[in-house]
């Protein structure tokens, strides 16, 4: 998976530009699932922030810990995570971030919980995750598919898949509340085989009245509270969502030509990216 990219922060459709536009400068910091430490890199150069950093795959680990952007490393797999994995990080951050990370765990509250233990009085969690209920989802499903794809919204290694609405109860039910929230939009066909085109012009025009159908991605700032409000949350992440248009540009095109016909091209691209 291309989990190792460049951060752009000119580029604010992203959610690691966002991430770090939600981090406070000088904030001591657990990026848990790191990757290679693009996001790390200019939290430390740019924000002055302390970074520690959680990772899964090895050759990331080593990437990171050739970055000497971190002040430590773990390689750890986040479905074996327990309160006693990491005693020495209890209440100990500023700000904990999981972009991306939740939908790839076997029981992602559960690993939620533990990590807010980490965290300060007063400290912020940032989270972004992706939303199974973009327009590319919902026309495939009603075309009968559901193809996974290397990366996006349907990666084949996500297992949890969240709608603004589940995603709001989740976190309300591990005792978080969002604060502020901003979106990643994409076209209406996003990454998958079949288009709006393929649909009843009724049906395709239900679809892009939704604004959420141009969300792929949710990135917020969060707290802990205790009784944490599940509307709440719902209006912040429903005024997140505006009615943005993207249109399908010519990269776009491309970019969707390669994820549904060329895949294996993505891996090549991976590797590249790593030996660097």
């Known amino acids: ?136 989802i919902k026309a495939n499903l009603l075309l009968n598919d559901f193809t996974y794809t290397p990366l996006g919204i349907l990666d084949r290694t996500h297992l949890h898949f969240y709608t603004w609405r589940s995603m709001a109860a989740f976190l309300a039910g591990c005792g978080v509340q969002i604060t502020e929230a901003r979106t990643v939009v994409m076209p209406l066909d996003g990454w998958q085989p079949h288009g709006q085109a393929e649909l009843p012009a009724e049906v395709a025009a239900f679809i892009a009245a939704d604004k959420h159908s141009y969300v792929m991605q949710y990135v917020m700032r969060c707290r802990l509270q205790s009784g944490a409000s599940v509307s709440a949350n719902l209006r912040i992440l429903d005024k997140s969502a505006l009615d943005k248009t993207p249109k399908a540009n010519i990269m776009f095109k491309i970019k969707r030509l390669v994820m549904t016909k060329m895949p294996f091209v993505l891996q090549y691209l991976e590797a590249w990216r790593l030996r660097r």
């Open 1 to 136: 998976m291309l989990y190792c990219k460049s951060l752009n922060l000119v580029e604010q459709n992203d959610s690691l530009s966002l991430l770090y536009g939600f981090a406070k400068p000088g904030s001591l910091v657990l990026d848990v699932g790191c990757a290679c430490g693009d996001l790390a890199r200019a939290l430390h150069e740019r924000k002055n922030c302390r970074v520690w950093g959680v990772e899964y795959q090895a050759k990331s680990v080593n990437a990171c810990q050739k970055s000497g952007v971190f002040e430590e490393v773990r390689q750890q797999d986040l479905n074996r995570l327990t309160a006693e994995t990491f005693p020495e990080y209890a209440g100990r951050f500023d700000c904990i971030i999981c972009g991306d990370v939740l939908e790839h765990l076997s029981d992602p509250g559960a690993v939620l919980k533990v990590l807010c233990s980490y965290l300060k009085t007063g400290g912020e969690l940032l989270v972004s995750l992706p939303n199974v209920a973009h327009g590319s």
